[in-house]
T-cell receptor, first 112, second 113 residues
Framework: SQTIHQWPATLVQPVGSPLSLECTVE??????LYWYRQAAGRGLQLLFY??????ISSEVPQNLSASRPQDRQFILSSKKLLLSDSGFYLC???????????FGPGTRLLVL | GDSVTQMEGPVTLSEEAFLTINCTYT??????LFWYVQYPGEGLQLLLK?????DKGSNKGFEATYRKETTSFHLEKGSVQVSDSAVYFC????????????FGTGTRLQVTL
């Protein structure tokens, strides 16, 4: 069966520090991958999605970036965090050609 | 662009009460519609979905019917339990290649004894 992992589970970082969140999927190949952010009291915002290795589409321009160095690995990064980057970051995957997305457990980020 | 509007929460109900969470959408085509649930401290789980008009999705006692004429996908449950306390998200899938989902802002449900 397929599983999706995210780490770390929680992270507290100072403003201006770098960020790297990792997401990996097991038990499938060539999945679509997604990064969402859920800010406090708000819904989910799609940040990036990827349909293959090295293929990244950005939905919202900001100081975050994403990379997909391997088929089942999706990384969310920042060179300098802002206070407004605080939130709950969710990674998701979907099989190619299918609609349903499956979410990871999330990473709670607090920027101070 | 596509959008999803959900009723604002929180919704507080007593156990065994009837639940309705309203969801309406705007889309140019004929999207698929979803309800996801997020339990405290966890990621999202798919609750149910419907892919075309008049389809009814159902799971764990929850139901939602795809109403094209009213562009709605309201979530219902006849008798809620304390364990149903969570945040519920309505979402639609656009017809692009990457199955991108557009989410509503979520509705928090609190069920008390």
């Amino acid at each position: 069966s397929q599983t999706i992992h995210q780490w770390p589970a929680t992270l507290v970082q100072p403003v201006g520090s770098p960020l790297s969140l990792e997401c990996t999927v097991e038990g499938t190949s060539n999945p679509n991958l997604y990064w969402y952010r859920q800010a406090a009291g708000r819904g989910l915002q799609l940040l990036f999605y990827s349909v293959g290795i090295g293929q990244i589409s950005s939905e919202v321009p900001q100081n975050l970036s994403a990379s997909r160095p391997q088929d089942r690995q999706f990384i969310l990064s920042s060179k300098k965090l802002l206070l407004s980057d605080s939130g709950f970051y969710l990674c998701a995957w979907s099989p190619q050609g299918e609609e349903t997305q499956y979410f990871g457990p999330g990473t709670r980020l607090l920027v101070l | 662009g596509d959008s999803v509007t959900q009723m604002e929460g929180p919704v507080t109900l007593s156990e065994e009460a009837f639940l309705t969470i309203n969801c309406t959408y705007t889309a140019t085509g004929y999207p698929s519609l979803f309800w996801y649930v997020q339990y405290p401290g966890e990621g999202l789980q798919l609750l149910l979905k419907a892919t075309k008009a008049d389809d009814k999705g159902s799971n764990k006692g929850f139901e939602a019917t795809y109403r094209k004429e009213t562009t709605s996908f309201h979530l219902e449950k006849g008798s809620v339990q304390v364990s149903d306390s969570a945040v519920y998200f309505c979402a639609l899938r656009d017809t692009g290649t990457a199955s991108k989902l557009t989410f509503g802002t979520g509705t928090r449900l609190q069920v008390t004894l």
